[in-house]
């Protein structure tokens, strides 16, 4: 075989589900490699939330959109299959910004070896963007306090499975939304959250007053959605709002307004948003503070895989629906 | 005389104009003085927009608010006319939270000697809540940088308009939002302020785009109102947002909406509220903080004088109007 197939972004969304059309499905000639070329067989890519930002337009948003006629952006998880890099050998597993494409063409720069003993899974989902920005956004931003009651959005989520179980390690009442019975169920009796209050239910001021029944400290927001202003309403003195995704705004062309600014003052609120790419000079320190909670047992993890890289197209409108239920990968 | 004029909170305000049925206007005896008591004849009291806070039932808010049949609470400046404590003379001027009354008992707690050569105005106005407030929320919270884009809602207010010298004064390109030509001008001719936005123009966000062309860095709020938005949508990345006051918001039943929370993601914003209650064990440093500016003349102040103590009642809705020019201060 010398070709492959890749996917590029040939336009950008508009509002409402991601479509085929946006997209091309193209077949590339497997390169022949110069010196310090590493070529990379990809065998996993991780979906993210992320993607509807690099998808947009804006430009004043925290990393450069995709062009148009340019591979769709993406980690993954693959192994050299042929290296003119000293540093590289054929064989080795290697993690990176790879792209929707079955190999990718690396000089070596932003390519990682992989030499723990776990599953291209279990990194994607845990070491890779799920649990640096868990770690960043919870103990950088959020500073947890044993005993606070945190709420977490989107916590059966890939951040928000990782965020609420290290609140939990950290000894904090831990309150979990998401939008279904099974996710609830999950959540509690698989990841130890104290609660799981699902967003579509009708009483989730009622729910919000029963599982924090001493207010909010910390409030990690992955999701947005109706529930934002009843969560805000009982955040209390000197809380901390991490804001980090908004999956149920990425599709709206117009989008919902925020809760009114009087509790920020009121209750002396700091709200703060963040995105991995200005912290990336970070990640050893977030894989120094992450790995004892994960050599502890601490963190679990599942995965929803999707086969074949086309899937990857259908696959974003997952995170609108809700339905994945886990990490998204795409076996390649 | 032995009687004296108090000035009880009788109702709770519920949304609109102040009325004069939320108070009672009250005789009292002059209190004879017990071991360790200071008398003080108040000659200044300040108005401030914290006071809608004080008289509202929220009690999740900062500060317990004033019960219904006490004496409705401010800070003020005056005179020791008795004294049976140690550390205070007859003669020594004072300051303290006082509260809507001609004469003011105290055990000392709380009660602090001016010596300071400046007038009564000039205390309240700079070295009060204004002066303190501004320098918290400036540096401590908005950690301005030298270069950057600063707007100040409120500019010709007590806070905002030393907020805006202070930052004039760090090097900062400052913009103040107010709402009539003549503050305009007083803010950028008198005080020094870069430009001037009249919040009432139609012509918000081209406004903003002349004024601030490289974008906003740090955005200190006073007002809240319609421009909100449209410095929201200007924010840099990184950018901080203070948020001290909501004056257009306090006698609404149901408060405006806030942005949307996208850019707080996109830019990687941190909106913070603040008062100072949180911070009075600060005030020394503040004042430390403060001192060197209003010494170099960097700071000037304007004062608005309403005569009597029932012209506290009606003075509170010049804070709703804007018609206020200056620092409101009620002469006893």
Chains 1, 2 share one sequence.
């Not at 059966?156 to 939304?177: D, F, P, R, T, Y």
Request: overall charge negative.
């Amino acid at each position: 075989m010398t070709t492959y197939t890749a996917i590029n972004l040939s336009k950008r969304p508009t509002g409402g589900a991601i479509t085929a059309d946006l997209f091309s499905v193209v077949s590339k000639e497997i390169p022949s490699l110069a010196d310090g070329d590493v070529l990379v067989k990809q065998h996993h890519m991780s979906l993210d939330p992320a993607m509807f930002g690099w998808m947009s337009p804006d430009t004043n948003s925290y990393i450069a959109p995709v062009a148009l006629g340019d591979v769709m952006r993406s980690s993954g998880i693959g192994e050299v299959v042929a290296s003119q890099h000293p540093d590289f050998t054929v064989g080795e597993r290697v993690m990176g910004m790879m792209g929707w494409q079955e190999y990718y063409l690396s000089n070596g720069q932003g390519l990682n070896k992989v030499s723990a003993p776990l599953s291209d899974e279990a990194v994607l989902s845990v070491f890779a963007l799920p649990g640096l920005t868990a770690t960043q956004g919870l103990f950088n931003i959020g500073k947890p306090q044993t005993g606070e009651t945190i709420i977490v959005t989107g916590a059966a989520g890939s951040v928000g499975s990782i965020v609420g179980q290290l609140a939990k390690a950290e000894g904090l009442h831990v309150i979990g939304v998401v939008g279904s019975a099974e996710k609830a169920d999950w959540i509690v009796n698989e990841l130890g959250f104290d609660a799981a209050i699902n967003y579509k239910s009708d009483d989730l001021d009622k729910q919000l007053a029963l599982h924090a029944p001493n207010g909010i400290d910390l409030y990690f927001e992955n999701t947005g959605g109706p529930i934002q202003n009843f969560i805000f309403e009982r955040m209390n003195a000197h809380g901390r709002i991490v804001v980090c995704g908004l999956i149920a705004d990425y599709d709206k062309q117009v989008p919902t307004p925020g809760p009114s600014w009087l509790n920020i003052i009121k209750r002396r609120l700091t709200i703060q948003g963040f995105t991995m790419p200005d912290h990336f000079h970070e990640v050893p320190a977030l894989l120094e503070k992450l790995t004892p909670y994960v050599l502890a047992g601490k963190i679990k993890h599942r995965t929803h895989v999707l086969n074949g890289l086309t899937a990857a197209i259908e696959g974003l409108n997952l995170f609108y629906t809700g339905e994945n239920k886990g990490k998204l990968i795409v076996k390649l």
